[in-house]
Nanobody
């Protein structure tokens, strides 16, 4: 069955960096677009970044553009999110998800989700 397992979260200070990973199994990873989303306490889940099957097309939310970098390694079935210059407002549970066809910022278009990894940024 499809499994997406996020890792790499933790407690960091403002200005620090973290790299999240999403290990995929149970499907042909390179055939699917992938996305990162996050959900802060008391807030709705929101789009962070997404990529097409090859990693050649990547979209970012305005709030993370220039600070976060999404990448994927299809040989390792893994999606990454390199986060730099972290801010307290980046504190959230981060989720990876997959979808057929092209990348999208729309949550409803994603089929499977991981369990999430917590990122906490202290000021």
């Amino acid at each position: 069955q499809v499994q997406l397992v996020e890792s790499g979260g933790g407690l960091v200070q403002a200005g620090d960096s973290l790299r999240l990973s999403c290990a995929a199994s149970g499907f042909t990873f390179g055939a699917y677009s992938m996305g990162w989303f996050r959900q802060a306490p008391g807030k709705e889940r929101e789009f962070v970044a997404a990529t097409d099957r090859s990693g050649g097309t990547i979209y970012y939310a305005d709030s993370v553009k220039g600070r976060f970098t999404l990448s994927r390694d299809n040989a390792k079935n893994t999606l990454y999110l390199q986060m730099s210059s972290l801010k307290p407002e980046d504190t959230a549970v981060y989720y990876c998800a997959h979808k057929a066809w092209g990348p999208s910022s729309l949550i409803r278009e994603y089929d499977y989700w991981g369990q999430g990894t917590q990122v906490t940024v202290s000021s």
